[in-house]
Structures are given as structure tokens and as C-alpha cells.
């Protein structure tokens, strides 16, 4: 499977098969045993990786700077005001002397269609920091994440609340792949990418999972064994429609009440940052069923898998 990879651009969950997906899950984990047991696993030794984060970030940024570290591998953050690209240089140019110093290129921005262009034009691997279509390293800890807290993805039913954008993409496709039921709470008016739900919709005939848009939001709830949480206004131009969709998806906030139309067992996940009082309570984050900072830290370990995998 490693040969499968080797030089491979990771921009979206759905350019990789289910087994593939798990393949990287299965060295997510081991990393993590790694890591956690403090055994020496600089894999990456003498590696370089560039950075470009056009979009803000807590979580994204730093888990790869600090995966990167415990590999043994260099990153190099580099800021977009300050490449020639903010002056007009195309994409393509930077794409390929960017390819010349670096290892692998970690990229957060708007459209799709600019990391596709890097992956293109650079033959080390791209892997997607988030863009409007798809957050697949997200995907990748949640899917960890929700392994390591249920023993297996066979039966799970998600609830998700939140703005139906990459994040709610990437975990489509990952629910998708390994056969639990999402059910997207869903204002009048919102819906996700018809390419990701098509893709979503296949992957389901295979695996028997049901994803399912609806207004009814205790429908979502209902049975639900992990309760996932995500901003209403999703950076860039989202946010622009900030009170509009504060009004819109009000009635879908996660708070006690909610997370008590789940089962009992139920966890409370979330990509973060949340807003406290919109998309989800303070009293639902602090709670016992959160599980946001192991979620938060298994960034960092699938992060890690991916680089490994990927490097050439
Ligand atoms: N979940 C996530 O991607 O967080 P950041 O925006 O802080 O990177
Ligand atoms: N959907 C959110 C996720 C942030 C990690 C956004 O794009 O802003």
C-alpha cells in the first residue's frame, strides 16, 4: 500500500478508495502508539515541507508543524503577502520552484481548483490544509477519532449540525466509505456539493450507509451515537452571510437538550473553533460526552500518516 502513495497528492477523501482511507487510519494509529509511548519515529529525517495558509488557523497549521517535528522532517511557513504570488505571479510558476526546494507543499485556501493546480504542477506531494469543497485531514482524525471512541464504524449514526461545507463534505465521504448512517440537520435553502453527495451516494449503495439532508433536526438526533458540531459561518465568503445563517441555522444548535435526543452513549464532536452560544452551549463542550481534544489531537497523528505515506 506504501507504494500506492509514495508521491501521491492528498487533496480529498474522495480521490481514495475505502481501503486506502484505512490504510492511512491504520498508520494514524500506530503513529500515535508511537508517539505515545515516546518510541523514536523520525521517518521523515532531513525532509523539508512548505506551508501556505491563506485562511486562519489553530489546529491545521500546528498539528503539521509539530507532526512534522516529531518526524524529524523541517517545516517552513510562508506567509502569502510575502510570495510573489500576491503580486500576480501565477500559481503554476510558484507550483513548480516551490516543487524544487521542498519535500511536499501543506496548503489552506478558497477554490479547489488552486491546490489542484499546485498538485499539478508539483511532482512532491500537496496535501489540502482546507478548501471550500473538502477538508479531508479533518476526515481523516474524525474518522480515527470516532474508531478509537466506538471499536468500529459498522452501525454508527451520525448527527451533524452545522455549516454543510468541507468539513461536513470530507465526513460524508468517510461515513460514506465505511458504512454509518449521517444525517445532516439542514435549513431551507443550505445543501451540500452535488459532486460530493454523488460521490457519497455511490460509496453508500456499497456499504449499506444511509445520508440522509433534513430539516428535522430530532430525526438527526434521534439514536444518534456521535453528535458533531461545526461553525454556521464557515470561513471566507460564509462568514459574509454571518446573520443570515445565525438566523437560519439557529433552531440546530447542540446544546444539552439536543444531546439528549442521542443515545445515552452518545459523543460530542466537533472540527473547532466552535462559537459558544451558536453552534453548540458551553455546557455541551465541557460535558463528559465531548471528546473535542482527543479529536483535536488525533490531527496531529493522521497529519503524521499522511506525510509518511505520501513522501517520496
Ligand atoms: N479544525 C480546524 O481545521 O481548525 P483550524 O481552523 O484551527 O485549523
Ligand atoms: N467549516 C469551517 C471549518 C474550520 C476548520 C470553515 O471552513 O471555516
Given at each position: 500500500m506504501r507504494d500506492k502513495f509514495r508521491g501521491k497528492d492528498f487533496l480529498a477523501l474522495m480521490d481514495f478508495t475505502?481501503?486506502?482511507?484505512?490504510y492511512l487510519l491504520d498508520v494514524a494509529a500506530d503513529l500515535k502508539k508511537k508517539?505515545?509511548?515516546?518510541?523514536?519515529h523520525e521517518y521523515l529525517r532531513?525532509?523539508?515541507?512548505a506551508m501556505i495558509f491563506?485562511?486562519?488557523s489553530t489546529r491545521t497549521r500546528n498539528s503539521f508543524h509539530a507532526a512534522a517535528a516529531r518526524l524529524g522532517a523541517q517545516s517552513f511557513y510562508l506567509r502569502p503577502d510575502e510570495l510573489q504570488v500576491s503580486r500576480g505571479e501565477p500559481i503554476k510558476d510558484t507550483a513548480r520552484i516551490l516543487d524544487r526546494y521542498f519535500d511536499g507543499l501543506y496548503i489552506r485556501t478558497f477554490g479547489h481548483e488552486i491546490v489542484e493546480e499546485f498538485a499539478y504542477y508539483m511532482k512532491n506531494p500537496v496535501i489540502n490544509a482546507l478548501t471550500a469543497l473538502a477538508h479531508p485531514c479533518q476526515g481523516l482524525a474524525d474518522l480515527l477519532t470516532i474508531k478509537e471512541k466506538k471499536g468500529d464504524f459498522k452501525g454508527i449514526k451520525i448527527c451533524y449540525a452545522g455549516d454543510i461545507y468541507n468539513v461536513c463534505h470530507s465526513l460524508m465521504i468517510g461515513a460514506s466509505m465505511f458504512g454509518m448512517d449521517m444525517y445532516i440537520a439542514t435549513p431551507k435553502g443550505y445543501g451540500a456539493d452535488p459532486k460530493v453527495v454523488e460521490v457519497a451516494k455511490k460509496h453508500a449503495e456499497l456499504s449499506g450507509a444511509k445520508i440522509v439532508f433534513t430539516e428535522?433536526?430530532?430525526a438527526c438526533l434521534k439514536d444518534a451515537d456521535v453528535v458533531y458540531g461545526n461553525t454556521w459561518h464557515s470561513m471566507g465568503e460564509n462568514e459574509l452571510q454571518k446573520e443570515q445563517r445565525i438566523k437560519d441555522f439557529g433552531p440546530y444548535q447542540i446544546n444539552m437538550d439536543a444531546m439528549r435526543k442521542a443515545k445515552k452513549d452518545a459523543i460530542f464532536m466537533h472540527c473547532l473553533p466552535g462559537f459558544r452560544g451558536e453552534d453548540m452551549t458551553d455546557e455541551v463542550i465541557e460535558s463528559t460526552q465531548s471528546v473535542v481534544w482527543d479529536q483535536g489531537e488525533n490531527r496531529m497523528h493522521t497529519v503524521a500518516a499522511v506525510m509518511v505515506a505520501t513522501a517520496i
Open positions: 475505502k481501503e486506502e482511507v484505512a508517539w505515545t509511548m515516546r518510541e523514536p532531513g525532509k523539508a515541507y491563506e485562511k486562519k428535522d433536526f430530532d
